[in-house]
């Protein structure tokens, strides 16, 4: 509330005083904390459950790996045991039907015609072979 005579600018101007009634404000605002104190118990109260325990562990499977080495003479290696060009296929279809497929790693010599490299990677994804990489040498 204002006091005063109302002349605000001088004699003979007067002048609206305009103030804002907080009384309303604060009693909204009042209500809203009793609101506030009542509610929130009951959203945060939960049921006290003694829950049992049990050892949950994925029961992950790693794929076996199956080396295939390519010399520079363009023989085949499966895992270190020489393999002969008509027993590749079958080992292929034979990695191929496991469950979990082993990954194919592809070892090839430098020097190494590309044409071996490309029979063995043909040969394998003829039998179904999903993985198959490159291993190399780190650079200098």
Avoid: C
């Avoid at 959203?43 to 520079?72: F, G, M, W, Y």
């Avoid at 003479?73 to 270190?80: M, Q, R, S, T, V």
């Amino acid at each position: 509330m204002a006091f005063g005579s109302g002349n605000f600018d001088g004699p003979g101007n007067s002048g609206v005083m305009s103030e804002i009634n907080m009384t309303p404000l604060v009693d909204v605002m009042l209500v809203l904390l009793i609101i506030f104190i009542i509610t929130v118990p009951v959203i945060t109260h939960s049921v006290k459950l003694d829950l049992p325990r049990a050892q949950n562990q994925p029961n992950e499977e790693k794929p076996e790996t199956v080396t295939l080495s390519i010399t520079a003479d363009g023989k085949l290696f499966w895992n270190e045991a020489l393999l002969e060009p008509t027993a590749f296929e079958a080992k292929l279809a034979e990695a191929a039907a496991r469950k979990p497929q082993p990954e194919l790693h592809i070892r090839a010599d430098r020097k190494v015609e590309y044409e071996h490299v490309a029979q063995a990677m043909a040969a394998a994804q003829r039998a179904g072979v999903q993985k198959l990489g490159f291993v190399t040498e780190p650079g200098k």
